[in-house]
C-alpha cells in the first residue's frame, strides 16, 4: 500500500476519488457555496461531480448530509465535456477535491498515485462483489483505488414493432448472421417499410463515444479475456475484424 496516497477513489464506468479534509476556499467556482465548515474539526468536504444533469441531485444530498452530520460539503459541477480539464485545474489549488471521478482504469492512470486505499473501508466491506473495484496491481496486493458507484450496460436496443412490420421478431437474431440478414432486408425495403436498419452511425462529437469506446471495448474486453490480462501496451487485434464487420453494417444499413 502506498502510505502517502492522499486521495480516494471510487468508480468503474464513473470512478470517483477522495482526497481528505479541504478547507481551502480557492475551488474554482461552485453551486453549492462556501467550502467552510461550521466546525472546522469535522473537516469537510469538495466534491467535483462529473455529469451536470445529476447537479440538482447532489447538492441536494450534500445539504441533507451538513443538516445531519454537521460537515459541511460542497459540490462542484464541471461543464459537460471539459470534466478532465477542471480536475486537473482543481487539482492544482490547494482546497483540492476531496472526492472526485475516474472514467474506469483508463482514466485512473492518471490519478492513482493520489488514491487512498479503501481496501479495509466501511464502504469496501459493504459491496457485494469486487467485480467492479479498480485495484493497483494485483488482488492480493489488497490496493483498492476505487470502487464503482455508476456501472453502464449496453448492447443493441431494438424497436419490436418496426422490427415484427418488418416481418421479424428478436428471436430472429442469434447471430451476427442472423442480423446481418435482417438488418441487409430491412434496408433494401427501406422504401416499402418507411425506416431503415439502424439510425445513423458517424464520428461525429455527438456519438462517436458510442463507436469508439463502448463498441470498441468489446473486442478489447474478449481480447483480454482469452489471454488472460488486464492491461497491455498494445492489443493483438484479435477481434478487430468482427469490430470492422458490424460498424459497417451500422454504416451500410443506416439513415
Not at 447471430?175 to 430491412?186: E, G, R, T
Request: one cysteine or more; charged letters at 25%; aromatic letters at 12%.
Amino acid at each position: 500500500m502506498k502510505t502517502w496516497r492522499k486521495l480516494l477513489a471510487t468508480g468503474a464506468a464513473a470512478a470517483m476519488l477522495l482526497t481528505g479534509c479541504s478547507s481551502g476556499t480557492d475551488s474554482g467556482s461552485s453551486s453549492g457555496g462556501d467550502s467552510g465548515s461550521a466546525d472546522g474539526s469535522k473537516g469537510s468536504v469538495y466534491y467535483l461531480n462529473f455529469k451536470p444533469e445529476q447537479d440538482e441531485a447532489w447538492q441536494n444530498l450534500a445539504k441533507k448530509y451538513t443538516e445531519e452530520t454537521g460537515v459541511d460539503v460542497k459540490v462542484v459541477t464541471a461543464a459537460s465535456g471539459n470534466y478532465e480539464t477542471t480536475l486537473m485545474s482543481e487539482m492544482g489549488k490547494s482546497g483540492a477535491p476531496t472526492l472526485f471521478q475516474v472514467n474506469g482504469p483508463v482514466g485512473l492512470k492518471n490519478w492513482e498515485e493520489y488514491a487512498y486505499n479503501l481496501y479495509d473501508t466501511p464502504v469496501f466491506k459493504q459491496l457485494t462483489s469486487d467485480d467492479y473495484a479498480l485495484y493497483i496491481g494485483p488482488k492480493e496486493d489488497h490496493d483498492v483505488a476505487a470502487i464503482a458507484y455508476c456501472i453502464e450496460s449496453y448492447g443493441l436496443i431494438v424497436n419490436k414493432k418496426l422490427l415484427e412490420k418488418a416481418g421479424y421478431t428478436v428471436d430472429d437474431i442469434k447471430s451476427f448472421d442472423d442480423l446481418k440478414k435482417v438488418a441487409d432486408d430491412i434496408a433494401k425495403r427501406e422504401k416499402e417499410l418507411g425506416f431503415t436498419a439502424f439510425t445513423s452511425a458517424g464520428m461525429d462529437s455527438s456519438s462517436d463515444w458510442r463507436y469508439k469506446t463502448h463498441l470498441a471495448n468489446m473486442p478489447i474486453y474478449f481480447e483480454y479475456q482469452n489471454d488472460g490480462i488486464t492491461d497491455t501496451d498494445a492489443i493483438k487485434g484479435t477481434y478487430l475484424p468482427e469490430y470492422r464487420k458490424i460498424y459497417d453494417l451500422y454504416i451500410t444499413d443506416s439513415t
